[in-house]
Nanobody, 122 residues
Framework: QVQLVESGGGLVQAGGSLRLSCAVS????????RGWFRQAPGKEREFVAS????????FYADSVKGRFTISRDNASNTVYLQMNSLKPEDTAVYYC???????????????WGQGTQVTVSS
């Protein structure tokens, strides 16, 4: 059974940092794109960042450019999202995803994690 498991979420003050991780069990995703999405209460899920299987290309939502960095370690089948200069509007459940052709659209991804809560206080 394939599982994507996010970790690293939590409560942080505005201006702070968090690093999310997404580990995979059940199969490898070395040739898959990996992405991060988020969903705030009462809002639709939105794209945050993605990374190709080789480490490029990377894509970012305009709202996180310059603050968030996506990276991956294919040896450990793990993808990361470094989040700096966090803002209250970054508060959401963050989901990682894997897809053979994934870029910025959720429907391009085949596998999803259960999510990790990120809360940024003002």
């Amino acid at each position: 059974q394939v599982q994507l498991v996010e970790s690293g979420g939590g409560l942080v003050q505005a201006g702070g940092s968090l690093r999310l991780s997404c580990a995979v069990s059940g199969r490898t995703f070395r040739r898959y794109s990996r992405g991060w999405f988020r969903q705030a209460p009462g809002k639709e899920r939105e794209f945050v960042a993605s990374i190709g299987w080789s480490g490029s290309p990377t894509f970012y939502a305009d709202s996180v450019k310059g603050r968030f960095t996506i990276s991956r370690d294919n040896a450990s089948n793990t993808v990361y999202l470094q989040m700096n200069s966090l803002k209250p509007e970054d508060t959401a459940v963050y989901y990682c995803a894997a897809g053979s052709m994934g870029t910025i659209k959720g429907q391009e991804y085949d596998y999803w994690g259960q999510g990790t809560q990120v809360t940024v206080s003002s």
